[in-house]
Every structure is written in structure tokens, then in C-alpha cells.
């Protein structure tokens, strides 16, 4: 039994995430920052289905907070898998964007990646065998009106991870980054209509979560030991 950390393990993208890793038969570190109800919910889950889970909640984008928590999980596992899945938007047009727009959406998103994976990297490194799947997004390839910020840590990511994939790639760790489209979720379903999806996707319908939990699970197994350095879009053929 491998230890899995998902971040941002409490939302839609990252619950289905946890429960096909708990099923792959890994332990599952579900990580949250507000939506603490919802991480307990799910380990709860993952155990009455047989796994094995357990929560943690900080502020990815407070160094202090995930380095602290970081070290309080390596005292007891040493995580093979990590699923950088946390991220926020705030969407609004650059002209009229305010600094703290800018940069808490960088805090979380990419800052958090760095906060999160830097201090798990030496303890990864010694069994010679790791994942890291970072959750980017479609508008850090093709950019999205509004998301000027969002897509500036999204395509940051990216970057992080093509770079980290070459550091790390000789201690048998890949590192991918898998960029959705337009995924099914109670807050896509508020921004895009049926009409809009058809004019933007070429299969004429969004995603769903299990696109991206299968996904995950692929690249977390012993199959995918040949990926890494890669971008992989699930975008029904946006770009």
C-alpha cells in the first residue's frame, strides 16, 4: 500500500480522485482548507468501502502551514504519490483586477505547488519510485478571457513540472500534469450553458470527474513508469 496526499481532495475533481486511488488500494491523505466537513465525509467513504483514509487541512498557500503539516505526515508515511488537484479562480477582466486577485490565485494554485511538494521530494527520492500529478487546465494552454491570473499559475504549473520532471526523473519519480477542459461540476455548470459547450467543444459535451480520476490512477501505477515531462489534455478536443 502506497500513501497518496491529494490536495484539494475535499472538491468534485478531488473527491473522485481519492476514491479511485483508495480503490486502486493506496492510503489516501484527503487535503482540504475550508471545505473540512466535505474531507471528513470522504474518508469516511473511502473506509466504509474498504480503504484507507484519513484527512488534513491547511492553507497550501501558506508556507508555514504546508511545510508544518508536510513534516507532521513524514513522520509517519512516506508519500510515493502526490495529486496537486487544489486550485481557486477569481475571473474578472485584467484591466479591472485587483492585486489581491492576482496574487492569492497564484498563492494557492502555484505557490501551493511548490509549498506542498518541495518538502516531500528527498523522502520520495530514497524508494526510488514516485508520482507527481499536477491538475492544470486548458486555459493554461489556449488562455481564457478573464482568467489572466488563473491561467498565469496554471501555465506556471505546467513549467513547474516539465522542469521538476528532469531533476527527479533518474530516482524513478514522473511528474505530469493532466489539463481538463470543461469538467461537469456544480461550479462549470453555473458558467457554461449546454449552447456554449457545443460552440467551444468539439464533442459537443463536457467531462466528468471519472475522465480525471482515471486518469490520475493511470499515471499513479506502475504502467505509466515511461511518462513524464507531459502536458495531458482531457478537453474533448479543444486544443
Not at 482540504?32 to 474518508?43: E, L, R, S, T
Not at 466504509?48 to 508555514?64: C, M, P, Q, R, V
Not at 502526490?82 to 485584467?94: K, T, W, Y
Not at 505546467?158 to 456544480?186: D, F, M, Q, W, Y
Request: proline content about 2%.
Amino acid at each position: 500500500m502506497k500513501t497518496a496526499l491529494v490536495t484539494g481532495g475535499s472538491g468534485e475533481i478531488g473527491k473522485a480522485i481519492c476514491l479511485r486511488l483508495a480503490q486502486d488500494g493506496h492510503h489516501i491523505i484527503v487535503h482540504a482548507h475550508n471545505n473540512i466537513d466535505n474531507a471528513q465525509k470522504i474518508v469516511k467513504e473511502i473506509i466504509t468501502l474498504g480503504g484507507s483514509a484519513e484527512a488534513i487541512f491547511f492553507d497550501i498557500g501558506n508556507h508555514w502551514q504546508a511545510t508544518t503539516q508536510i513534516k507532521k505526515i513524514l513522520e509517519k508515511y512516506c508519500v510515493q504519490i502526490l495529486i496537486h488537484n487544489a486550485g481557486i479562480h477569481n475571473d474578472v477582466p485584467m484591466a479591472g483586477m485587483k492585486k489581491e486577485q492576482w496574487s492569492k490565485v497564484l498563492d494557492v494554485t502555484l505557490n501551493g505547488f511548490f509549498n506542498v511538494t518541495q518538502p516531500l521530494l528527498l523522502a520520495m527520492m530514497k524508494p526510488r519510485w514516485g508520482r507527481i500529478i499536477a491538475i492544470g487546465s486548458v486555459a493554461g494552454i489556449m488562455g481564457n478571457r478573464g482568467q489572466v491570473n488563473y491561467a498565469a499559475a496554471k501555465s506556471g504549473l505546467h513549467g513547474a513540472c516539465k522542469s521538476l520532471s528532469h531533476e527527479v526523473a533518474s530516482r524513478g519519480i514522473t511528474v505530469n500534469v493532466i489539463a481538463p477542459g470543461i469538467i461537469a461540476t456544480n461550479m462549470t455548470n453555473d458558467q457554461f450553458s449546454k449552447t456554449m459547450i457545443e460552440q467551444l467543444v468539439p464533442m459537443k459535451r463536457a467531462g466528468n470527474v471519472n475522465d480525471i480520476a482515471s486518469f490520475v490512477s493511470f499515471l499513479s501505477s506502475d504502467e505509466a513508469s515511461y511518462i513524464t515531462g507531459q502536458v495531458l489534455s482531457i478537453n474533448g478536443g479543444m486544443a
